[in-house]
């Protein structure tokens, strides 16, 4: 058999639950003899069972028809096995149990509860372990997973719907609605993708959103973060589903610090200039998602920012820049 296209495979397919396994990574396990796959398995919901464990199972309904010992299997798994008890139990225990001899996995956990540990106690078990087989995909696949345990903190990307003439909204206590539907649909998905969206409490007031991820695929749908110190009706559309959290504190470095200890890697900013440009000013932000409409506002709106060329004096460079309908998406990095 190939392991690289088996673990190429697995990368593959896990894809396609990065919208329900998240806040966790997306993971694919196979397994297969000398011959041919065994089975495949995936970690497909948030809470429930892991890649191996879910190759496991359906392994077993096939032995003594399609193989006659575990021992005689290798597992492909593109992340390194748990060695933690977590919500579904040990997997790297569950795979030695089996009796399977052979180990191959992509990426090493970088979550300090499993790192090497996993490795750990399959090698321990007399388990044969490689590890590092197409690394680089598995990380960049679950790149906030990794940047938060790198950083120890989540990635946190700010959107900003924008006019030509560099205005946010129109101060009347009212949405303002800047962009095209095309660029809205594109946030409901942006949004699917984060684990969590923080606004403030002017937004909340002013523009009543709902906040969650309106699209036509299950999601497990992003945590909700307020901040502000003022008073809300409870009956206002943003803490009408899911869970929220408010925020009291302007301290925002305090405030990203409780998010990160919470099982969260990504954070997706939805709020007004003030806002916003305190965390740019503090340097918390990692990514800019800008969408710029084809209309002005006029000098009565408020602006996003008081300097000309601001994204790029809090150090941000363009990555890329495409169109969409009549609107301009611009995505900023931070400058390494
Ligand atoms: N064009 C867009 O993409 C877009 C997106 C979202 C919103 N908007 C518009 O933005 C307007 C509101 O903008 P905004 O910036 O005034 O309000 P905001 O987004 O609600 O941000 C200000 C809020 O953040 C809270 N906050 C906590 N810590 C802070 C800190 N360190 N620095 C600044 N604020 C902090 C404030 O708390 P307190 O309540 O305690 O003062 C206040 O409630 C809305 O009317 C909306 O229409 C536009």
Known sequence: MNYEDLMLHAITNAESFKYTAKPNPVVGAILCNEN????????????????????????????GKKFNNFSDLTLISTLEPCSHQGKTGSCAKRIAATGIKNVLIGAI????????????ILEENNVKVISGIHKELVESQNSFFFFKHKNRRPYIILKIASSLDGKSHFDNGERTIITSQASRDDVQVLRATCDAILTGGNTVKNDNPRMNARVDFPVNQPKKILLSSKEFEMNLNFFKDGQVKIFKTKDLGEIINSIGSEDISSVLIESG?????SFLKLGLIDEIISYTSNMNLGQNAINWFHEENAI?????????????????????KKNE
């Open 36 to 63: 041919e796959v065994i089975s495949e398995g995936y970690h497909e919901v948030y809470g429930e069972n892991h890649a191996e464990i879910n190759a496991i199972l359906k392994a077993e309904e096939l032995l």
């Open 109 to 120: 956990d970088p979550n300090p509860l499993v790192s090497g540990k996993g490795i750990k």
């Open 273 to 277: 200039p003030k806002l916003a440009n």
């Open 312 to 332: 790029e004096k809090y150090g941000f460079k363009l990555e890329s820049s495409y169109k969409v309908d009549t609107d301009l998406k611009e995505i900023f």
